[in-house]
């Protein structure tokens, strides 16, 4: 797709709003598809008979903010951990009501859904509880928590903006932390082994991570900040940890390195002679 007058208006019109991260990572998979995306606006339609994968992300989600939510700022106890299990039975069906007609609920493969997604936030409750049965210490700071932070270099100045699943401290590290119920994901899967890779396919996950990195780096100045994934068809591997060529966490001045390449993914989708092409 040529990038014609009217789309390097769109574009800037998108981009001045604000960069998120499902943005950046649509651009590195597949430019074709952002191109409908964010200039098409094709949308799928909703409010479906079976539930989608998209919408059992949403609904885990969901639950998981409504569970967890009560227990910002406190350190988790395993009596915490055992009351909120005792909750996602009536959580879950509250939050798919939301999603999801009611008389479509219990019927076909939603029934076998609306187990899978309790499945998937008890996993999340049951990894905490081995956490801290392991006598490490675990503090929710906060859950689906939006951000908007300002990423520059000598020239240009780009605004970020989303939503943190999860804002926690391991044993007073700060960690950000994203659920995911997509793909089975596995420790190679966020590991970058050069700064480069942040602008390829295989370098998303640790470029959506960078970028909640970013958005919460002024808020906890000066402290350095961890980051993982919670892969909800793998929690046997735990919290799967971003690993930026060799480092677990990141400073302010070594984010200042990757920003580059963040700045240079937001000028490549703006540069009029760059063709949308896969």
């Known amino acids: 797709y040529k990038k014609t007058k009217l789309v390097q208006e769109k ?12 943005m950046l990572c649509l651009y590195a998979i597949d430019q074709i598809k952002f191109f409908e995306t964010y200039i098409l606006e ?24 409504l569970i967890y939510k009560d227990y ?16 996602i039975n009536s959580t879950v069906q509250n939050v798919i ?37 392991k ?15 300002e990423i520059k270099d000598k020239s240009k100045k780009y605004e970020i903006r989303g939503k943190i699943d ?15 119920s997509g793909k089975r994901l596995t420790k190679r899967s966020i590991t970058i082994k050069d700064s480069e890779e942040l602008r390829k396919e295989k370098g998303i996950y640790n470029l959506q ?28 591997d735990g919290v799967l940890e971003g690993v930026f060529e060799g480092k677990t966490s990141l400073s302010s001045g070594e984010m200042e390195n990757y920003k580059t390449e963040i700045i240079l993914i937001i000028t490549n989708i703006l540069d009029k002679n760059i ?4």
């Open 11 to 22: 574009l800037k019109a998108i981009i001045d709003n604000g960069v998120s991260a499902s």
């Open 72 to 87: 910002v700022g406190k350190k988790l106890k395993i009596d915490h951990l055992k009351r909120m299990k005792g909750r």
């Open 275 to 278: 063709l949308f092409k896969n």
């Open 42 to 65: 094709l949308k799928e339609e909703n409010i479906e008979e079976t539930i989608a994968s998209s919408t059992i992300g949403n609904i885990v989600h969901d639950s998981l903010e």
């Open 135 to 149: 006598e490490n210490e675990l503090k929710i700071i906060a859950v689906e928590r939006g951000f908007e932070a």
């Open 209 to 236: 991570l960078l970028i909640y990195m970013l958005g919460i780096e002024t808020e906890f100045k000066g402290r350095r900040i961890k980051s993982g994934i919670i892969n909800l068809k793998n929690t046997t």
């Open 166 to 180: 999860r804002i926690d401290e391991l044993n007073g590290q700060l960690r950000v932390i994203d659920y995911k």
């Open 97 to 133: 009501r939301n999603h999801v007609r009611e008389e479509n609920i219990y019927k076909g493969k939603n029934i076998i859904i609306v187990e899978t997604v309790k499945e998937y936030v008890k996993r999340v409750i049951d990894l905490d509880q081995k956490t801290i049965e």
